[in-house]
């Protein structure tokens, strides 16, 4: 593959805070990647500075090897570009609103409509709906067909899921994959976590830093420690014991289970199991698991204080 997105420290700082803190970053050509962190971490900060939007305090941007700052008007004719705000014009009407996008990048529906069929199909029966009207799920598709109409070499996505549904959600990430199969490179953020494995590969960003970037497989195996799941009738008093225990590494509550790694590098069930025990603790139980992307996250930010 060829490399068609490349950040080469890329810095942007707002009212003396640092967004963005000498970004470096490839995306290949073809390639769905995954830009993966929690809400402030700079992921709408990079992307407006991939969409042309945004000027970079420094540091060198280039898509389809154009600078995205000196070639930003040849840029705009390949991208796509979906920010996290739901941007289209609410008072015009489904179909207003994708004829008026084709013909700004000077094509038609009918031209480019076979990359979009997929998705326009589940709109029709709303073409003359309001697109202030839709449902969450639906202006997420019409922003899509909009972004798409001009056939964009790569698609640039800013939270496309955040506050829809489950079941939009999984049908967008669908979507993507049959852009993928159509040549289209796509660069998509997210604050869920379980949507990193939907990536080719990921990069995980934290307080405008890059903390790791490889397949989702690869950063769970390179996971440092053992890991355990540790549950029980009083979790609260659990999560306390466990980080009071002397060789506790890292210890989490994550949903009803708390996730547990130690300093030590052989199995430490059996000594852990006792430990509780003697905390008064009768009705827990430990077990080794296989660490998640969230858990290798939160690793990565504790490595990084």
Known sequence: ??????????????????????????????????????????????????????????????????????????????????????????????????????????????????????????????????????????????????????RPEVMLLDEPTTGVDPVSRKEFWQMLKGLQKEGITLLVSTPYMDEAKLCQRVALIQSGQILQTDSPEGITRQFPARLYAVNGKDNYQLLQDLRAYPYASSVFSFGEDIHYTDEREEDIALQLNEYLRAKGHTDHQVNPIVPSIEDCFMELMKQSD
């Open 1 to 150: 593959m060829n490399t068609y997105i490349q950040i080469e420290q890329i810095s942007k700082s707002y009212q003396g805070a640092r967004a963005l803190r000498e970004v470096r970053l490839e995306v290949q050509e073809g390639e769905l990647f995954g830009l993966i962190g929690p809400d402030g971490a700079g992921k709408t900060s990079l992307i407006r500075i991939l969409a042309t939007l945004l000027l970079p305090d420094s540091g060198t941007a280039r898509m389809g090897q154009k600078d995205v700052v000196r070639d930003y008007l040849q840029i705009r004719k390949r991208l796509g570009y979906m920010p996290g705000k739901f941007s289209l014009y609410q008072d015009l009407t489904v179909r207003e609103n994708l004829e008026l996008f084709a013909t700004l990048f000077g094509t038609t529906i009918r031209e480019n409509y076979g990359l979009i069929k997929d998705i326009y199909v589940q709109l029709e029966p709303f073409n003359k709906r309001l697109a202030g009207k839709l449902s969450g799920g639906m202006k997420q598709k019409l922003a899509l067909c909009c972004a798409l109409i001009h």
